[in-house]
């Protein structure tokens, strides 16, 4: 199951449930991660320019004799050697001046990504925020010890694109069949935007003239949580293994 369907609805669903004051709280971290992002590529890449030394291409025309340029045919490739000779002398005597008065690179600060927790109680400062149950029904499909050094955090800068997901944009051009899995009870990913995304799917021509939508629907009685556990989950995997087998399993061959 995705988070949502429609990220402008969700995001003013956030914002209700939040409230302003911690839905401001939650865009100022992610605007923090960004700039903390984007410091990081500028002392990176400003490392790099101080100790980047001369391409060959500025070799080659510091290098070029003097008889190769008087050649009146020349004057314009002289004046661009003359003029790219001197900004690369300004460049050069700039570098000698920062790496003189800066501090050596390998002392400056290493700005590493902040993040958020990607699910916690209501009220915790989180991506999705649920409540005591849904929490629970959240860790229930983890494994007791994670692998791989993964943790349950997202990047901060990731709440600054959250509604601009919206995968509903996109169904209108999915010819393929589909099918979808709803929980009615879902605070998430709400059962009434998966009906609409279903209602927007393509109808495909029958042989016949006829069309009909190439989407199914099926809706579950839980949470969005609950889809992954016990009866709900054996119910979503039979739903999927029907689906596959109608639209992949081959006809049966003519006796």
């Not at 590529?41 to 025309?61: E, F, G, I, N, V």
């Not at 393929?176 to 990913?189: E, H, K, M, T, Y």
């Not at 709400?190 to 006829?210: F, H, I, N, T, Y």
């Amino acid at each position: 199951m995705i988070p949502h369907l429609d990220g402008v609805e969700a995001s003013k669903a956030s914002i209700r449930r939040r409230g302003l004051a911690a839905s401001l709280r939650l865009l100022g971290v992610g605007i923090h991660d960004r700039l903390r992002a984007a410091a990081s590529d500028l002392l990176q890449h400003t490392a790099a320019w101080l100790h980047a030394q001369p391409d060959a291409q500025s070799a080659r025309q510091d290098a070029m004799p003097d008889q190769a340029l008087t050649d009146g045919r020349n004057v314009s490739v002289v004046g661009r050697t003359e003029f790219q000779g001197l900004v690369s002398e300004a460049e050069r005597r700039l570098r000698q001046v920062l790496l003189a008065l800066l501090p050596p690179v390998g002392s400056w600060p290493v700005l590493e990504p902040a993040y958020i927790k990607l699910v916690g109680l209501e009220g915790e400062l989180a991506v999705m925020q649920l409540s005591p149950d849904q929490l629970k029904a959240y860790f229930a499909k983890h494994p007791k010890e994670y692998e791989g050094g993964w943790r349950p955090v997202i990047l901060s800068r990731f709440t600054l694109e959250t509604s601009s997901y919206s995968p509903i944009k996109s169904v209108p051009r999915v010819t393929a069949p589909v099918l979808f899995i709803s929980a009615l009870r879902d605070q998430l990913c709400p059962a009434e935007q998966v009906r609409k995304a279903a209602e927007l799917l393509p109808a495909s021509s029958s042989s016949g003239g006829s069309s009909s939508s190439t989407g199914e629907l099926v809706e579950l009685d839980c949470t969005h949580f609950d889809a992954y556990l016990g009866e709900y989950l054996a119910a979503v995997t039979d739903s999927n293994v029907r689906f596959l087998r109608r639209h992949l399993q081959p006809p049966p061959a003519d006796v």
